[in-house]
Every structure is written in structure tokens, then in C-alpha cells.
T-cell receptor, first 112, second 115 residues
């Protein structure tokens, strides 16, 4: 059974720092991996989707990498801002059935 | 408004009552999903639907019933609510895969408290 783990569970950093959020999964035979952002009391917003044939994806200050063989993905946030404060969730697709398996998230606080 | 909406946004009910959570999307996406989010568990899939009249169980389906008579609606019913079903419920939708880069779109969630 696939298990997705995110470390750390919570992170507090001063504004301007570069930071890395980690996601690991136990079964490397994934279809895709996706990073989401969740603001308090809100739904999830997709940040980056990495297809299994890709190694990384970039969007603005965000960069996500994928190493299937080691069962790891990282989300790199450059020059963090208070507006980046949110919970970041990693999810894997095991196949094209569209079912996502989520990690429990990393709660990020960027202090001004 | 375009997008995916859920109602009610907040619900308090009592053990044993039937509760229905509504989900509506305006994109005509074929796939729809229901997740629950609990502390320490992330989001877990309850049920999903590939099209109208086609539904299937997810990871935690016990105690829940779904239906999908119309493409745009995907209601979730708790037939006899229990305290363990206190949670935040998210509905999501997505189009069929074409290039592999498609994402799911999530509603704002329904916070359910079962007393």
C-alpha cells in the first residue's frame, strides 16, 4: 500500500529565506506527483504537477523535483514571502485512474 | 459562477441523522471525487465517479453513499452520521486525461461536526 510522508510537519522561517519541503513515498511505481497549496479554511490549489517521465517542474519561485527511484520529491521555494504561508500537500497518482494519495502536509509560516 | 461549489459550508448534526453534502461543478468535467481531511491523515478518498451513473469506492467508503444522476452534481450522503465522521469534506473534479498534465480542481470544503 502506498504511503506518502511529508517532513517537516511544520516550518517557521524568516522572510527571504530559501526553503525545501520534502515528500517521500513508499512505492516508486507512481504515475504522477503533484504539489498543492491549502490556505486556512480553503480548498486546495494545484502548484506543480510532475509527470513520471519528468524530473522537475518550475513555476515562478517554485521548483519541484522528482526522484522516483528513491521515492522522493522536494518543493523548493525561493526568497520566501509572508504570502507563502500555507499548508503544502504532496500527492501521488498511482495510475491514470485519477485517485490521489496525499501526504499529511507541511504547515509553513513565513515571518515578516 | 464558474467553478466547483459545495454546500453547506458548515454543518452541525447529531449522531444517527442523515446528512447530504452537495457538490456542483460548472465545467462538465467527467470525473468527480469526494475526500475527507482529518488531522494527521491528509486527504483520503471516499468515493469517485468517472461519469454520470458510474461511481466507485475509494480508500474510506464505509458509512457513505454517493450518486451521480447528472454530470455536474455529485452529492455525498452520510446515512447515519457518527462522531468519527466529523471532518472537513472536499469535492473535486477533473477532465479526462489527454496529455497527462491535467489537475484536479477542489471545492472550498464543508466542515461537518457530528455531536
Amino acid at each position: 500500500k502506498q504511503e506518502v510522508t511529508q517532513i517537516p510537519a511544520a516550518l517557521s522561517v524568516p522572510e527571504g529565506e530559501n526553503l525545501v519541503l520534502n515528500c517521500s513515498f513508499t512505492d516508486s511505481a507512481i504515475y504522477n506527483l503533484q504539489w498543492f497549496r491549502q490556505d486556512p479554511g480553503k480548498g486546495l490549489t494545484s502548484l506543480l504537477l510532475i509527470q513520471s517521465s519528468q524530473r522537475e517542474q518550475t513555476s515562478g519561485r517554485l521548483n519541484a523535483s522528482l526522484d522516483k527511484s528513491s521515492g522522493r520529491s522536494t518543493l523548493y521555494i525561493a526568497a520566501s514571502q509572508p504570502g507563502d504561508s500555507a499548508t503544502y500537500l504532496c500527492a501521488v497518482w498511482m495510475d491514470s485512474s485519477y485517485k490521489l494519495i496525499f501526504g499529511s502536509g507541511t504547515r509553513l509560516l513565513v515571518r515578516p | 459562477d464558474a467553478g466547483i461549489t459545495q454546500s453547506p459550508r458548515y454543518k452541525i448534526t447529531e449522531t444517527g441523522r442523515q446528512v447530504t453534502l452537495m457538490c456542483h461543478q460548472t465545467w462538465s468535467h467527467s470525473y468527480m471525487f469526494w475526500y475527507r481531511q482529518d488531522l494527521g491523515h491528509g486527504l483520503r478518498l471516499i468515493y469517485y465517479s468517472a461519469a454520470a451513473d458510474i461511481t466507485d469506492k475509494g480508500e474510506v467508503p464505509d458509512g457513505y453513499v454517493v450518486s451521480r444522476s447528472k454530470t455536474e452534481n455529485f452529492p455525498l450522503t452520510l446515512e447515519s452520521a457518527t462522531r468519527s465522521q466529523t471532518s472537513v469534506y472536499f469535492c473535486a473534479s477533473r477532465p479526462p486525461l489527454s496529455g497527462g498534465g491535467e489537475t484536479q480542481y477542489f471545492g472550498p470544503g464543508t466542515r461537518l461536526l457530528v455531536l
